[in-house]
């Protein structure tokens, strides 16, 4: 005997997961519902299918092919329009079904004995067999009401309690005879329930109806699905449950990635490939598909998460339906009846409220509160640049695809046959990211220079030296391993442009890519002896000679960087003695766990305990540099900028020193009388490296650790950095303890406050007209100042947050300053949110 799959369900009531997926490929435990449809036949013996598609035909038929994987033969009817159940089903029976058929939907889950309903339908000689099922509320469903034979009386479509004179309704399951087909309009939509049977029992055909036991549930609307994904997990319907039953009511796939299965609570599925953290947990009802994500102290409980999908660290999903290939950011709360389409980004610290529906592809902000669902908007900017480059979670939001196309795009952008050079830090991540970007900018026609692990600096120096268009590193986040970084720079080793950026941000979305031909294919190179060469010409910019005189003892903390390359290659000839730690050992290194606190921490003990001068601590990426004087106390990094300073202002040195605005103004009373000229910035890095480039500027710097030498090359580089403050220690006396003892105390405070993207516009233009009258500086954000000193309010370009910088002659009149705006921006932010429309 052959079945009807009747598979063409649109499935609006279950938007937004139906939204790019026709109704019966929702996943019930994992697996498409109509796969498990396709099992209940296999089982019953019914092998030749024939599935009626209409909505979005291919994603069944790509998925399901003809059937082989499943031992099954499966055809297809596609219905171009609507014929309705009775005429799609007519349209699949040309010359396939001539004999007795059984017709079930492939969008309700059940497990019924259908043998037992076709051995019915036989007995009695029936023309028609609906199968029948009992439930407490039947207004939902057609009624069929029949005599103690089984024999159908009557059909009653969705009733009120008034008619409701049984409880048996109307499953779609159906057995039925061939020439009952012949009584279907083919130029009509026609219905099974509302008009064939109704027809067919005025005609005194033999129509039976049999109440079938076992589990049944209509999968019609998102509560619906929910449950049965519970009722799978409970075993209240019978199927094949994906992966080893341990416990009693735990199903673990293939590949599962835990510490430990007590922080899984059953009854729960986790799927093939998922990796849950240590300190994740997984409560009861969850239902974790393929390849899902659970980062640390994240949790789900009675909740439905598609395959692919990304659970930020402390998240909480509770009672929610999660699609595929979601990113769901840190400590975001998604909570009871909330349904999210597939690839949507709900950003970190956001909350979606009870019963919002999120549809596909959309992005929301950071820290946001939705109330509402999200239809056709997102709530969030669509920038591909951070203020550091490009940044994602490996394999979440930045995975090859992505890294292949912002490659191309950077291509398109410069010229073809352009150089570029391309350097990485030693992750695999890494290795793989670099390796698919280099991919991208040889489809563009573009010679690329692999630097492989070595710092950014050295490519950077590349771009100075030798003339290369553009470099890129490729690293991972001091703050978050899984976190890889993108840098890009230009001509002569500064950060890309802002308008070299936004050129590659439209390539991107727009996907205009240059795609050259076979023979156009760019080539990639392998420079031989360049952390030779960048150490030579390193060396060549200082004073060799009064460092080798000074002698000094180092401790040097390498933060697992590639600066342990290079570094020696540049001590060694100063004759400086180098006590080194947490050198680069090999690509399977994981610095994930050597945070930059416990680096400076271990630095901290090394330096009295060795008797060094004093120690050094590099970022992962060879960027920053951070300081731990002979005493082994840290120096602050607002400390290390003006020591800086100090050390250039006495050197007799003459020229131009840069600065972001938001740099305190101690280093302009710092530098007075000593003939060098400040030069304020946006706050930015591109800003900063940007104005290092200009002639005349012989120092740059920001707080946190970056330190610019534009001499040798405009750009963070820690080994330079370095290198140049033993240059200007060299001819200092006494220890560094007494130099930092000697430099103003810092008074600048920093707060960040929370306000949404739509407000930020509102709140400067706010601020501005209150503050016209006052003295203003308006380079980046807006600067005030008076006579206790002076306060900066400035929009942060990637989250949804504004700084506040204030900076008084004493720490409580910066407090003061600071306590002022901050109620200020915050008066505006409430008064603005109370008219904003609803």
């Not at 000839?573 to 945070?595: I, K, N, Q, Y």
């Not at 950095?721 to 006494?734: D, E, F, I, T």
Request: aromatic share 6%; with cysteine; charged share 25%.
């Amino acid at each position: 005997m052959k079945a009807v799959v009747m598979a063409g369900g649109e499935g609006t009531r279950l938007r937004p997961l139906t939204s790019n997926q026709p109704k019966p490929m929702v996943p019930i435990v994992g697996k498409p519902c109509m796969e498990h449809i396709l099992e209940l036949l296999r089982e019953h013996g019914l092998t030749d299918v024939i599935v009626t598609v209409a909505f979005l035909p291919q994603a069944i038929r790509s998925y399901f092919g003809e059937g082989d994987t499943l031992g099954l033969n499966v055809g297809y009817s596609v219905e171009e329009s609507p014929l309705g159940t009775a005429g799609s089903v007519r349209l699949a029976a040309r010359n396939q079904l001539d004999e007795t058929f059984l017709v079930i939907s492939g969008d309700a889950l059940c497990d019924v004995d259908l043998t037992k309903l076709i051995e019915f339908h036989k007995e009695r000689g029936a023309a028609v067999t609906i199968g029948l099922k009992s439930v407490e509320n039947p207004l939902e469903f057609g009624i069929v009401v029949t005599d103690e034979e089984g024999r159908i009386e009557r059909f009653l479509e969705k009733p009120s309690w008034g008619q409701v004179f049984s409880d048996t309704i109307n499953t779609g399951i159906y057995v039925l005879e061939p020439e009952v087909l012949k009584h279907i309009p083919a130029d009509r939509p026609y219905d099974f329930s509302k008009e064939l049977f109704p027809y067919l029992l005025e005609m005194g055909r033999p129509l039976y109806g049999y109440v079938m036991d076992g589990y049944w549930q209509d999968i019609g609307n998102l509560d619906q699905y929910r449950q049965a994904n519970f009722d799978a997990l409970d075993e209240r319907v019978r199927l094949n449950i994906p992966g080893i039953r341990i416990r009693g009511n735990v199903w673990l796939g293939e590949g599962v990635e835990i510490a430990d299965l007590d922080q899984v609570e059953g009854p729960a599925l986790i799927g093939n490939y998922t990796r849950i953290a240590p300190d994740a947990t997984v409560g009861p009802y969850s239902v974790l598909s393929n390849s899902v994500t659970l980062r640390e102290r994240a949790r789900t409980t009675r909740s439905v998460v598609d395959a692919s999908t990304h659970i930020g660290r402390s998240a909480l999903i509770e009672g929610a339906i999660l699609g595929r290939s979601c990113d769901i950011r840190a400590h975001v709360r998604i909570h009871e009846g909330v349904a999210i389409g597939d690839e949507v980004t709900t950003g970190a610290e956001s909350v979606v409220m009870p019963g919002v529906r999120i549809y596909p592809y959309k992005e929301v902000e950071s820290g946001s509160q939705i109330n509402e669902s999200l239809i056709w908007e997102s709530r969030a900017t669509t920038r591909l640049f951070g203020r550091d480059g490009v940044a994602g979670l490996v394999n979440v939001d930045l995975t090859p695809e992505v890294a292949v196309r912002i490659a191309a795009a950077l291509g398109t952008a410069l010229k073809r046959d352009a150089r570029v050079v391309a350097s990485r830090e030693s992750a695999p991540a890494c290795r793989m990211i670099k390796r698919a970007m280099i991919t991208g900018f040889t489809s563009a026609g573009l010679e690329v220079a692999d630097l492989r692990v070595l710092p950014s600096a050295v490519a950077r120096h590349m771009l100075k030296s030798e003339g290369y268009e553009a470099g890129f590193h490729v690293g991972t986040s001091q703050v978050d391993p899984e976190v890889v970084q993108i840098r890009f720079f230009e001509q002569p080793g500064i950060q890309l442009s802002a308008a070299l950026q936004k050129e590659i941000e439209k390539n991107f979305t727009r996907g205009e890519l240059r795609r050259v031909g076979f023979t156009d294919i760019g080539r990639i190179s392998y420079p031989a002896r360049i952390r030779e060469t960048y150490a030579q010409s390193l060396l060549a910019s200082l004073d060799a000679d009064a460092i080798r005189a000074r002698g000094f003892r180092l401790v040097v903390d390498y933060g697992f960087s590639a600066a342990s390359y290079v570094v020696p290659e540049v001590l060694g000839p100063l004759g400086v003695e180098a006590v080194s730690a947490h050198g680069f050992t090999s690509d399977r290194a994981d610095p994930g766990t050597a945070l930059l606190r416990e680096s400076i921490g271990q630095v901290k003990q090394l330096v009295p305990a060795v008797g060094a001068d004093f120690g050094v601590v590099f970022d992962r990426a060879a960027e920053r540099l951070y300081l731990v004087d002979e005493r082994g106390r840290e120096i602050p990094v607002e400390q290390a900028l003006l020591l800086f300073l100090r050390l250039i202002g006495s050197n007799g040195k003459r020229g131009k020193l840069a600065f972001p605005i938001t740099v305190t103004s101690q280093v302009d009373r710092l530098l007075e009388g000593s003939g060098l000229e400040v030069v304020r910035t946006p706050a930015s890095l591109a800003d900063l490296t940007k104005a290092a480039a200009e002639d005349g500027v012989i120092f740059a710097g920001a707080v946190g650790g970056g330190y610019v030498f534009p001499e040798f090359l405009p750009a963070y580089d820690a080994i330079a950095s370095l290198c140049n403050l033993l240059q200007l220690l060299a001819p200092v006396p006494g220890p560094l303890s007494q130099l930092v003892a000697d430099l103003p105390a810092p008074t600048l405070v920093h707060r960040q406050l929370p306000c949404p993207w739509a407000l930020k516009g509102v709140v400067m233009r706010v601020l501005t007209e209150r503050l016209r009258d006052r003295r203003l500086d308006l380079l980046d954000g807006i600067k005030v100042f008076d006579e206790r000193g002076w306060a900066q309010v400035l929009p942060d370009p990637d989250e949804p947050l504004i700084h506040i910088y204030a900076e008084g002659t004493t720490s409580e009149r910066s407090k003061e300053l600071e306590d002022e705006f901050r109620h200020m921006v915050e008066e505006i932010m409430e008064t603005e949110s109370a008219v904003a429309p609803v």
